[in-house]
Nanobody
Framework: QVQLVESGGGLVQPGGSLRLTCAVS????????MGWFRQAPGKEREGISC????????TYAESSKGRFTMSRDRPKNTVYLQMDRLEPEDTAVYYC????????????????WGQGTQVTVSS
């Protein structure tokens, strides 16, 4: 079992930045790849990025490249999503998720999910 707890969401103006944090605990967390997803009202869940369990290589969705940066701190059992130059279209609930195995940006492959943290980009 893996437990995920997210934090760092909030209200930010367009062009601003936020850093989301996901605390990971449970059995063998280092054997899980970690992903970030988001879901806006009325839209499907969208994959943002995934960091591989075997190393810290990262896969980004094309829409996330350049503005979003994922990282992992293994000693702290924590993953991060740095979001820069945010736009109103980035408003969504952001989730971290755990996948046993290689990275994927498809939510159906993930076994565990956090509760989500709201990110609102508005002036």
């Amino acid at each position: 079992q893996v437990q995920l707890v997210e934090s760092g969401g909030g209200l930010v103006q367009p062009g601003g930045s936020l850093r989301l944090t996901c605390a990971v605990s449970g059995s063998n967390p280092h054997f899980y790849s970690m992903g970030w997803f988001r879901q806006a009202p009325g839209k499907e869940r969208e994959g943002i990025s995934c960091i591989h369990y075997g190393d810290d290589s990262i896969t980004y969705a094309e829409s996330s490249k350049g503005r979003f940066t994922m990282s992992r701190d293994r000693p702290k059992n924590t993953v991060y999503l740095q979001m820069d130059r945010l736009e109103p279209e980035d408003t969504a609930v952001y989730y971290c998720a755990a996948l046993r195995g290689l990275c994927a940006l498809v939510g159906d492959f993930y076994e565990y999910w956090g509760q989500g943290t709201q990110v609102t980009v508005s002036s």
